[in-house]
């Protein structure tokens, strides 16, 4: 079984700050999924990430692929009280739909 | 972007009844639905995959006997609920996978079930 462990867990920060999501596996994933959810709603696709050392930007969100694929990143520059939200990773197996899901970072921006 | 809607978004049902979710691909042809449980504050945890025209793979710990999937079309895959009890009360998550986009997942809406 593949397991993904996300860190951290909460996170608490004031609009304006920087902070970095990250998604941890023993495993390699063929591709890495980025999630964002707000309470009582679905997730939300960020991002898919499939080549190992790929880099892809959302407007202040960056997102990075560990050169083995088995882990990736989420920067969010100048965080805004928008941001706030359950960020999750989720991992991708080859041949495969299933995916592996880390725990998720609860995100709280303070204005 | 590929659209999932789950109906109903949540509903209320008395113990000891069945209450049915609807997921549905509503922009292209999903033969894979996967339906998910989560509890507060916490991830998603997978329940079980639908393979369109038949049986679906339950993850262990979860009883096929209770949650009953059904996936009739491409488009359409059914979450109910037997004999609910209060303790599976819950936010209930489909999501399809998208052929036309390699590994992409996409959500549905999310519905909650509260069992009284």
């Known amino acids: 079984t593949q397991l993904l462990e996300q860190s951290p867990q909460f996170l608490s920060i004031q609009e304006g700050e920087n902070l970095t999501v990250y998604c941890n596996s023993s495993?390699?994933?063929?591709?890495l999924q980025w999630y964002r959810q707000e309470p009582g709603e679905g997730p939300v696709l960020l991002v898919t990430v499939v080549t190992g050392g790929e880099v892809k930007k959302l407007k202040r969100l960056t997102f990075q692929f560990g050169d083995a694929r088995k882990d990736s990143s989420l920067h969010i520059t100048a965080a805004q009280p928008g941001d706030t939200g359950l960020y999750l990773c989720?991992?991708?197996?080859?041949?495969?739909?299933?995916?592996?899901f880390g725990k998720g970072t609860k995100l709280s921006v303070i204005p | 972007g590929a659209v999932v809607s789950q109906h109903p978004s949540w509903v209320i049902c008395k113990s000891g009844t069945s209450v049915k979710i609807e997921c549905r691909s509503l922009?292209?042809?999903?033969?894979?639905m996967f339906w998910y449980r989560q509890f507060p504050k916490q991830s998603l945890m997978l329940m079980a995959t639908s393979n369109e025209g038949s049986k679906a793979t339950y993850e262990q710990g979860v009883e096929k006997d209770k949650f009953l999937i059904n996936h009739a079309s491409l488009t359409l895959s059914t979450l109910t609920v037997t004999s609910a009890h209060p303790e599976d009360s819950s936010f209930y998550i489909c999501s399809a996978s998208h052929t036309d986009s390699g590994n992409t997942i996409y959500f549905g809406e999310g519905s909650w079930l509260t069992v009284v």
């Open positions: 922009d292209f042809q999903a033969t894979t």
């Open positions: 989720a991992g991708g197996e080859a041949g495969s739909y299933q995916l592996t």
């Open positions: 495993s390699v994933f063929s591709s």
